[in-house]
């Protein structure tokens, strides 16, 4: 069975400080993705990154980046210099390969609750 | 930048009626799914749909749940006597044929009361 571990439930940090928030899955696919969504007070959900399980190198988008380690099933996510606007809820999620005739369901970490005041 | 699309953004029905759940998904698209998400809590797949039929589903997608596409541009999310447990928030998503991304839709409030 699949399972995604957020273990910060909230984080409060003043703007421009960086911020990481940890995600650590459990699966036992050999080939699985990883994915990163944020739920601002909106309530929808914006895709952020998807990564491989091949594929360990770290990516940075401007002041987004994710650490990605096989090693400790782990896939963070690094804001650098937050801003107010980055105030949400962020969920990693996790799913299998594609299935044959289907489709590949998330199983959603329970988030972390980002709060970036002045 | 095509979207996925919801409707009702809010939907209130007493306990025992039956609801429908309308999405539009991003015209192309091959999979197809249907999460909900009680307040406060994660979110929680409910169902995949490809090739017009259920791929895969959860185990709170009992009998009280159907889905269909009925004209080829909407995805349907049908329960039949709602409970007081079925308030939460219901998020469509698609994913095409060579991605592995999933683009959520606004999601539609259902409060059974």
């Known amino acids: 069975a699949q399972k995604v571990t957020q273990a910060q439930t909230e984080i409060s940090v003043v703007e421009k400080e960086d911020v990481t928030l940890d995600c650590v899955y459990e699966?036992?696919?050999?080939?699985?993705?990883l994915f990163w969504y944020k739920q601002p007070p909106s309530g929808e959900l914006v895709f952020l990154i998807r990564?491989?399980?091949?594929?360990?190198q770290n990516e940075i988008s401007g002041r987004y980046s994710w650490n990605f380690q096989k090693s400790t099933s782990s896939f963070n996510f690094t804001i650098t210099a937050s801003q107010v606007v980055d105030s949400a809820v962020y969920f990693c999620?996790?799913?299998?390969?594609?299935?044959?005739?289907?489709?590949?369901?998330?199983?959603f970490g329970t988030g972390t609750q980002l709060k970036v005041e002045l | 930048e095509p979207e996925v699309t919801q409707t009702p953004s809010h939907q209130v029905t007493q306990m025992g009626q039956e609801v429908i759940l309308r999405c539009v998904p991003i015209?192309?698209?091959?999979?197809f799914y249907w999460y909900r998400q009680i307040l406060g809590q994660k979110v929680e797949f409910l169902v995949s749909?490809?090739?017009?039929?259920?791929?895969?589903k959860s185990e709170i997608f009992d009998d009280q749940f159907s889905v269909e596409r009925p004209d080829g541009s909407n995805f349907t999310l049908k329960i039949r006597s709602t409970k007081l447990e079925d308030s939460a928030m219901y998020f469509c998503?698609?994913?095409?044929?060579?991605?592995?991304?999933?683009?959520f839709g606004p999601g539609t409030r259902l409060t059974v009361t």
């Open positions: 699966t036992r696919d050999t080939t699985y993705y």
């Open positions: 015209s192309n698209h091959l999979y």
């Open positions: 749909f490809y090739n017009n039929e259920i791929s895969e």
């Open positions: 998503a698609s994913q095409s044929g060579y991605s592995y991304e999933q683009y």
């Open positions: 999620a996790l799913s299998e390969a594609l299935i044959t005739g289907g489709g590949n369901k998330l199983t």
């Open positions: 990564r491989n399980s091949f594929d360990e």
